[in-house]
Nanobody, 119 residues
């Protein structure tokens, strides 16, 4: 089992920055692929960024060059550094752990943290 707790959301002005953190419980954090997703009101949840167990990263086109995902396996934590924020980045941001279990994968989700970009 993996439990995920996000933090770091809040209200920020356009052009500002925020850093989200996601702390994971459970063992062997390093084997998880970790990701950040977001869901805006009336829209489907979408992938923002992912970092694999090997450290490879991938980003949605809408956030490339502005967001950076990283992980600290010693602290069982994944981060999302968000810069040059835009109003369209407003959403609830969810942390995801994609964990191999035998030949299958299981997905675990945090409760979400609200990010609001507004004047």
């Amino acid at each position: 089992q993996v439990q995920l707790v996000e933090s770091g959301g809040g209200l920020v002005q356009p052009g500002g920055s925020l850093r989200l953190s996601c702390a994971a419980s459970g063992s062997r954090f390093s084997i998880n692929d970790m990701g950040w997703y977001r869901q805006a009101p009336g829209k489907q949840r979408e992938l923002v960024a992912v970092i694999t167990s090997g450290g490879s990263t991938n980003y949605a086109d809408s956030v490339k060059g502005r967001f950076a995902i990283s992980r600290d396996n010693a602290k069982n934590t994944v981060y999302l550094q968000m810069s040059s924020l835009k109003p369209e980045d407003t959403a609830v941001y969810y942390c995801n752990a994609h964990r191999p279990v035998g030949k299958a994968y299981y997905d675990y989700w945090g409760q979400g943290t609200q990010v609001t970009v507004s004047q």
